[in-house]
C-alpha cells in the first residue's frame, strides 16, 4: 500500500478519526495493489505527482514567517510510503545479487564447484590481485560451516563476510621486491598501481578492465597507462574527484556545520544550503567532464542554478527545481569566488569574515597558507548594543593598527574586503546591515595592487596563472598520494604545471602528470627497525 501525505487539500474526503490531523490529510491508493505482481520485487523507480497542474505561485516564504508559521494552500506531496513486502516467496533477482551469484548449482555436486567459482571472483575484485588457492582456503571454510546448517545461499553469505573482514581486504599493503634494500626507490607493481590509479579517480577498488590490464603487466607501459587514465576521467564514478577531493580542497564540505544567524539572515533555509552544494558540484565536474582548463575554476562566466539559487543571486527567469547551466552576467559572480558556498563557509554565523576568506584564497588559490595566529592575541570586537555600530572593516582597521597584527593581516585583510561586497550567505549587498554605511571593497595587496571588488581580485590574482595551477597541483597530489607533499616532491610538482602549460592546463593534463610522476609510481623501500 503506498500512503500519500497531502498538505490542504480542501477538495478531498477526511481521514478516519483515528487519524484525522487540524491540517493533513491522506489519501490511500488501493488500487496500487492491481499494479503490483507476486514477482515484482527488486529495485523500481515510483513517481508520484498531481496531474491537474496549477500555475499560482507558492507564498509558502512568506507564511513561513508570519506568526503561528502561516500555511502554505499550494497542494504539494510530503512523503510517500511503501509497505511490504506481504508474504514474500523465493528471492527477488536484484543487480546486487546478480552480480554476485554468477553461477547456480542446480544439484549437490555442483555447489561446491560453483562456490569456488563464485569465491574465487569475488576474491579477486576485493583483494585487487589474482587469487591463489591460499586465499580461498578462509572463505571455503566458512562457507562450508555455513552451508552444514543452512542453503547455498547462506554458505555464500557467510563465506563474503570472511572476505570483507580480510586484512587484504581492509588494508592496501605494497609489498616490496623481495632484493629492495631498506632506503632504496623502486617502482610499484602493475597490481599496486591499479589500486592506486583507481583510488585516485574513482575512491573505489579497480575494475575488471584495470585488473586485466595490471595481471598482464601492461600498466607500465605509458600509452597503456595514458588510455586507462582517461577511460576513469570519462567514467561517472570520476565524480569522487568532485565529492571527495575538490570538496576537501575547497572546504566545501564545513558548510554543514553552519548556521546563519537567523535574526540576520531570515531568508537562509536548507534548500539554498543544498543548492550551493549542488551549484558547486556541477560546476566543478563541468571542469572534469569538458576537460577545460583548470584555470576556468577562477575565470569561468557561467554557473548552474535552479529558482531557489538563482533568486539569491538576483538572475532572472529561472524557475523550477531543476538545476541549469546559466551564462552569468554580472562578472562578479565569475568562478569559485562568487559561489555561494566558498563565500558561506568563509564566513561566521552572524557576519563576513575577511580574515577567513583572505586566508582561504592565500591557502587555496595563491598556494601561499598564512601562518597561525600567535597565542593570546586580541580577539574580534562585536558591536555591543547601545554603541554606534561599526561595520566589520571599521573593526579590522583598529585590529590592524597593532604592528605585531598588521603583519599578517596586512596580507590577509585587502584580499577579504575585496569580497565584502558578499554577505555571509553570499548574497550582493552594497550596505553594511549593522553600520548602515556603504561597502568599501578597497584595498591594496602586498604587491601594491589597488583592487575593488572581486573582479579586480580576479584579475590579480591570475596575473600569475602558473601559482594556481601549482597550487591545486599540489592539493591534488596530496590526495593522490595520501600524504603531504614534501619540499623533494616540488621540483615534480612544478614540471607537472610546466608541462601542462603547453595543453592549456587542462584538468587531465594535470591528473596524467601526477600519475605519472615518479611519487606516483616509485615507493621507498621501509628500513626495518632493530631491537
Given at each position: 500500500?503506498?500512503?500519500?501525505?497531502?498538505?490542504?487539500?480542501p477538495?478531498?474526503?477526511?481521514?478516519?478519526?483515528?487519524c484525522?490531523?487540524?491540517?493533513?490529510?491522506?489519501?490511500?491508493t488501493?488500487?496500487?495493489?492491481?499494479?503490483?505482481?507476486?514477482?515484482?520485487?527488486?529495485p523500481?523507480?515510483?513517481?508520484?505527482?498531481?496531474?491537474?497542474?496549477?500555475?499560482?505561485?507558492?507564498?509558502n516564504?512568506?507564511?513561513?514567517y508570519?506568526?503561528g508559521?502561516?500555511v502554505?494552500?499550494?497542494?504539494?506531496?510530503?512523503?510517500?510510503?511503501?509497505?511490504?513486502?506481504?508474504?514474500?516467496?523465493?528471492?527477488?533477482?536484484?543487480p546486487?545479487?546478480?552480480?554476485?551469484?554468477?553461477?547456480?548449482?542446480?544439484?549437490?555436486?555442483?555447489?561446491?564447484?560453483?562456490?569456488?567459482?563464485?569465491?574465487?571472483?569475488?576474491?579477486?575484485?576485493?583483494?585487487?590481485?589474482?587469487?591463489?588457492?591460499?586465499?580461498?582456503?578462509?572463505?571455503?571454510?566458512?562457507?562450508?560451516?555455513?552451508?552444514?546448517?543452512?542453503?547455498f545461499?547462506?554458505?555464500?553469505?557467510?563465506?563474503?563476510t570472511?572476505?570483507l573482514?580480510?586484512?587484504?581486504?581492509?588494508?592496501?599493503?605494497?609489498?616490496?621486491?623481495?632484493?629492495?634494500?631498506?632506503?632504496?626507490?623502486?617502482?610499484?607493481?602493475?597490481?599496486?598501481?591499479?589500486?592506486?590509479?583507481?583510488?585516485f579517480?574513482?575512491?573505489?577498488?579497480?575494475?575488471?578492465?584495470?585488473?586485466?590490464?595490471?595481471?598482464?603487466?601492461?600498466?607500465?607501459?605509458?600509452?597503456?597507462?595514458e588510455?586507462?587514465?582517461?577511460?576513469?576521467?570519462?567514467?561517472?564514478?570520476?565524480?569522487?574527484?568532485v565529492?571527495?577531493?575538490?570538496?576537501?580542497?575547497?572546504?566545501?564540505?564545513?558548510?554543514?556545520?553552519?548556521?546563519?544567524?537567523?535574526?540576520?539572515?531570515?531568508?537562509?533555509?536548507?534548500?539554498?544550503?543544498?543548492?550551493?552544494?549542488?551549484?558547486?558540484?556541477?560546476?566543478?565536474?563541468?571542469?572534469?567532464?569538458?576537460?577545460?582548463?583548470?584555470?576556468?575554476?577562477?575565470?569561468?562566466n557561467?554557473?548552474?542554478?535552479?529558482?531557489?539559487?538563482?533568486?539569491?543571486?538576483?538572475?532572472?527567469?529561472?524557475?523550477?527545481?531543476?538545476?541549469?547551466?546559466?551564462?552569468?552576467?554580472?562578472?562578479?559572480?565569475?568562478?569559485?569566488?562568487?559561489k555561494?558556498?566558498v563565500?558561506?563557509?568563509?564566513?561566521?554565523?552572524?557576519?563576513?569574515?575577511?580574515?577567513?576568506?583572505?586566508?582561504?584564497?592565500?591557502e587555496?588559490?595563491?598556494?601561499?597558507?598564512?601562518?597561525?595566529?600567535?597565542?593570546?592575541?586580541?580577539?574580534?570586537?562585536?558591536?555591543?548594543a547601545?554603541?554606534?555600530a561599526?561595520?566589520?572593516?571599521?573593526?579590522?582597521?583598529?585590529?590592524?593598527?597593532?604592528?605585531?597584527?598588521?603583519?599578517?593581516?596586512?596580507?590577509?585583510?585587502?584580499?577579504?574586503?575585496?569580497?565584502?561586497?558578499?554577505?555571509?550567505?553570499?548574497?550582493?549587498?552594497?550596505?553594511?546591515?549593522?553600520?548602515?554605511?556603504?561597502?568599501?571593497?578597497?584595498?591594496?595587496?602586498?604587491?601594491?595592487?589597488?583592487?575593488?571588488?572581486?573582479?579586480d581580485?580576479?584579475q590579480?590574482?591570475?596575473?600569475?596563472?602558473?601559482?594556481?595551477?601549482?597550487?591545486?597541483?599540489?592539493?591534488?597530489?596530496?590526495?593522490?598520494?595520501?600524504?603531504?607533499?614534501?619540499?623533494?616532491?616540488?621540483?615534480?610538482?612544478?614540471?607537472?604545471?610546466?608541462?601542462?602549460?603547453?595543453?592549456?592546463?587542462?584538468?587531465?593534463?594535470?591528473v596524467?602528470?601526477?600519475?605519472?610522476?615518479?611519487?606516483?609510481?616509485?615507493?621507498?623501500?621501509?628500513?626495518?627497525?632493530?631491537n
Amino acid at each position: 500500500m503506498v500512503h500519500l501525505l497531502a498538505e490542504n487539500f480542501p477538495h478531498l474526503p477526511e481521514k478516519p478519526a483515528s487519524c484525522a490531523s487540524s491540517n493533513r490529510r491522506t489519501i490511500e491508493t488501493l488500487d496500487f495493489y492491481r499494479w503490483l505482481s507476486p514477482n515484482w520485487g527488486g529495485p523500481h523507480n515510483v513517481g508520484v505527482t498531481f496531474i491537474a497542474r496549477t500555475f499560482a505561485e507558492s507564498d509558502n516564504l512568506l507564511y513561513s514567517y508570519s506568526p503561528g508559521g502561516g500555511v502554505d494552500r499550494i497542494p504539494s506531496v510530503r512523503s510517500v510510503e511503501v509497505l511490504g513486502p506481504y508474504n514474500p516467496v523465493g528471492v527477488t533477482e536484484t543487480p546486487s545479487r546478480h552480480k554476485i551469484f554468477v553461477c547456480s548449482p542446480t544439484r549437490e555436486s555442483e555447489e561446491l564447484p560453483c562456490a569456488t567459482q563464485i569465491l574465487s571472483m569475488l576474491a579477486r575484485r576485493a583483494f585487487r590481485r589474482p587469487v591463489t588457492d591460499r586465499d580461498l582456503v578462509a572463505p571455503l571454510a566458512f562457507y562450508k560451516s555455513a552451508r552444514e546448517t543452512g542453503d547455498f545461499d547462506a554458505g555464500i553469505r557467510s563465506a563474503l563476510t570472511a572476505i570483507l573482514s580480510s586484512p587484504k581486504f581492509l588494508y592496501r599493503a605494497e609489498a616490496a621486491p623481495e632484493n629492495a634494500a631498506p632506503g632504496s626507490i623502486y617502482r610499484i607493481r602493475d597490481l599496486d598501481l591499479a589500486s592506486r590509479l583507481s583510488f585516485f579517480l574513482w575512491s573505489r577498488m579497480p575494475d575488471d578492465e584495470l585488473l586485466d590490464v595490471a595481471a598482464k603487466g601492461k600498466l607500465s607501459d605509458p600509452k597503456v597507462l595514458e588510455t586507462q587514465v582517461r577511460r576513469l576521467l570519462a567514467d561517472p564514478r570520476s565524480k569522487s574527484l568532485v565529492t571527495n577531493f575538490a570538496f576537501q580542497w575547497l572546504k566545501v564540505r564545513s558548510i554543514d556545520g553552519i548556521d546563519p544567524d537567523a535574526f540576520q539572515f531570515p531568508n537562509f533555509d536548507e534548500s539554498l544550503r543544498e543548492a550551493f552544494k549542488r551549484e558547486m558540484e556541477m560546476f566543478v565536474e563541468s571542469i572534469l567532464r569538458e576537460d577545460r582548463s583548470v584555470l576556468d575554476l577562477v575565470t569561468a562566466n557561467y554557473t548552474f542554478v535552479n529558482e531557489r539559487l538563482a533568486l539569491h543571486y538576483g538572475i532572472p527567469d529561472v524557475r523550477g527545481e531543476r538545476f541549469r547551466r546559466v551564462t552569468l552576467e554580472d562578472s562578479n559572480r565569475w568562478g569559485l569566488l562568487g559561489k555561494g558556498s566558498v563565500l558561506m563557509v568563509t564566513s561566521y554565523p552572524n557576519r563576513t569574515g575577511p580574515v577567513l576568506r583572505g586566508a582561504w584564497i592565500l591557502e587555496n588559490i595563491a598556494g601561499t597558507p598564512p601562518s597561525p595566529p600567535p597565542p593570546n592575541v586580541e580577539g574580534f570586537k562585536e558591536n555591543k548594543a547601545g554603541e554606534k555600530a561599526k561595520s566589520v572593516r571599521e573593526i579590522m582597521e583598529q585590529h590592524r593598527a597593532n604592528p605585531s597584527c598588521n603583519a599578517c593581516h596586512g596580507v590577509m585583510d585587502p584580499l577579504g574586503f575585496a569580497l565584502e561586497n558578499f554577505d555571509a550567505i553570499g548574497a550582493w549587498r552594497t550596505k553594511d546591515r549593522d553600520a548602515g554605511t556603504p561597502i568599501d571593497a578597497s584595498g591594496k595587496l602586498v604587491d601594491g595592487t589597488p583592487v575593488t571588488g572581486a573582479n579586480d581580485l580576479r584579475q590579480a590574482l591570475m596575473r600569475r596563472p602558473e601559482q594556481f595551477v601549482e597550487t591545486i597541483t599540489e592539493k591534488m597530489m596530496t590526495y593522490a598520494l595520501g600524504r603531504s607533499v614534501e619540499y623533494y616532491d616540488m621540483p615534480t610538482v612544478r614540471k607537472i604545471v610546466r608541462d601542462a602549460a603547453r595543453d592549456n592546463y587542462r584538468f587531465s593534463s594535470i591528473v596524467l602528470g601526477i600519475v605519472k610522476s615518479a611519487p606516483f609510481e616509485m615507493k621507498r623501500a621501509q628500513k626495518v627497525a632493530s631491537n
